[in-house]
């Protein structure tokens, strides 16, 4: 079927397999265990059949090995094997780096029916990933399930009457992520949907004016970014009221959370996932994320790979996204240190609750001139150090209020040299004199990139150093 058709057909029966999606949760426990193992079956059984990677790793096991008994599989494995990889074969390492290549393509389909975007390499190692069409119709749903419109009230269904109808989406918007590709993909699919897309490297105030031209309905971006946007709405240099507020990407605080809802007056929808799996969880109304265990299985594990009980925080977690059988993920290695909640959540559902310690780059507080201070959102500089660099390790430590660090890898392949620190330091003091900070030294700093301890992920801006 064709990927155009098979976008319309996502867009026009996205509330509609939502709303199967709520009425099957309403089983139970019992229904999601019982249909995640027979996904997990079908998967499996897929990758053994049609992935020349998963049939090699599965060679000795039986056919009918239970998950638990299936080997682990980790991201530096999986690209070092990537044309083996995915069950359709025409997807090559090769093809997908010359469509990534070009900037146009960003929300584009990939041999006409896939999408394609990046990670962050917060784990210290990017990642290529292919989603198909059904995929992206089931996150697309696992979203929709979570956001239900015939719960808005008058105060929600009057800010989207008087709003541009669109969303307003503040992201990293120069490289292939999965927010802007999905973003992309969605303005593709429902031009009514799809708002604006607006550069995290925006200046404040630059971004509040854009904002407020625009009026969106509802206004997606990452935690930290949406904090420093509520604070410009309770300072008065904010005029927007989005019926609805998502945030994703980093760790949410119920600091943060309160904060958000409170200045914009709505809620906070906050959604867990990865470009490994868009849609991993979502927060309910009382703000416990809970997963989408019909579609996602997470097995929390210690440092050995044990079973970790629920309660007790682990050291990474393995991911099998049931959703996308074109990159199979099972048992994958995701980084993440979470902690499933035995008791059930207050607010009804049925879905496993958990605590998730991924990404928690520091705001940067900066010297401007006149003795005042600009905050700097973490993935703004992120996204500078990338542009400069490329897809390499790097940490941006801030030594006090008028001096950054910058931490590149040193020795190894793929190091940057010399010529390419100066092109990143320089990068940065442009930056951050159109921020309003002109006067804040940047340094090449000897240590190499430090991986958190607790976990295990790379957090690449630091308000102070470990």
Not at 236 to 252: D, K, M, Q, S, T
């Amino acid at each position: 079927m064709p990927f155009p058709y098979e976008l319309v057909a996502a867009s026009a029966d996205c509330q509609l397999l939502a709303a199967q999606m709520r009425l099957e949760r309403a089983a139970g426990r019992a229904w999601i265990e019982a249909t995640a193992r027979r996904r997990a079956e079908a998967l499996v059984a897929h990758a053994r059949e049609r992935s020349p990677y998963y049939r090699e790793r599965y060679r000795e096991l039986a056919p009918d090995a239970p998950l638990a008994e299936l080997p682990p599989v980790r991201k530096r494995e999986l690209m070092s094997r990537f044309d083996d990889w995915a069950t359709d074969r025409r997807i090559t390492r090769a093809k997908v780096e010359r469509f990534l290549a070009e900037p146009g393509n960003i929300g584009e389909p990939f041999l006409r029916d896939y999408v394609v975007w990046t990670s962050s390499g917060t784990t210290g190692e990017p990642g290529v990933f292919v989603q198909e069409a059904a995929a992206m119709a089931a996150y697309d749903a696992l979203i929709a399930a979570q956001a239900d419109v015939r719960e808005w009230g008058p105060r929600e269904v009057g800010r989207w009457a008087r709003s541009s109808g669109g969303g307003a989406l503040v992201v990293a918007t120069g490289a292939p992520y999965p927010a802007i590709v999905a973003w992309r993909r969605l303005a593709r699919i429902n031009p009514l949907l799809g708002g604006g897309a607006y550069p995290i490297t925006l200046p404040l105030h630059e971004l509040a004016a854009a904002l407020e031209r625009d009026r969106p309905a509802f206004l997606s971006t990452y935690p930290t970014m949406a904090l420093l946007l509520a604070l410009e709405r309770n300072a008065r240099r904010l005029a927007i009221e989005p019926a609805a507020v998502w945030c994703g990407g980093e760790c949410l605080s119920p600091f943060a959370r309160e904060a958000i809802e409170q200045a914009f007056d709505c809620r906070v929808h906050d959604e867990y996932g990865a470009a490994e799996c868009f849609a991993i969880g979502s927060a309910c109304a009382l703000g416990a994320m809970h997963c989408h265990a019909d579609w996602a299985i997470l097995e929390p594990v210690d440092r050995a790979g044990r079973p970790v009980p629920p309660g007790e925080p682990s050291h990474t977690v393995l991911l099998t996204n049931l959703a996308n059988h074109l990159q199979p993920l099972i048992r994958y290695d995701l980084g993440d240190s979470i902690r499933v909640l035995a008791e059930p959540c207050a607010c009804g559902s049925p879905l496993p609750v958990i605590e998730v310690q991924g990404r928690s780059d520091d705001v940067i507080a900066l010297a401007a001139p006149g003795g005042a201070t600009v905050a700097i959102v973490p993935l703004a500089l992120e996204a500078v150090v990338e542009a400069a660099v490329g897809a390499v390790p790097f940490q941006v430590v801030a030594a006090g209020p008028a001096e950054l660090r910058l931490r590149l890898r040193h020795g190894g392949d793929g190091a940057p040299g010399a010529r390419a620190r100066s092109a990143c330091r320089k990068a940065l003091r442009e930056f951050l004199a159109a921020q309003g900070a002109p006067d804040v030294r940047v340094m090449d700093d000897a240590q190499d990139p430090v991986v958190d301890a607790r976990s295990g992920k790379l957090r690449r801006v630091l308000a102070a150093a470990p």
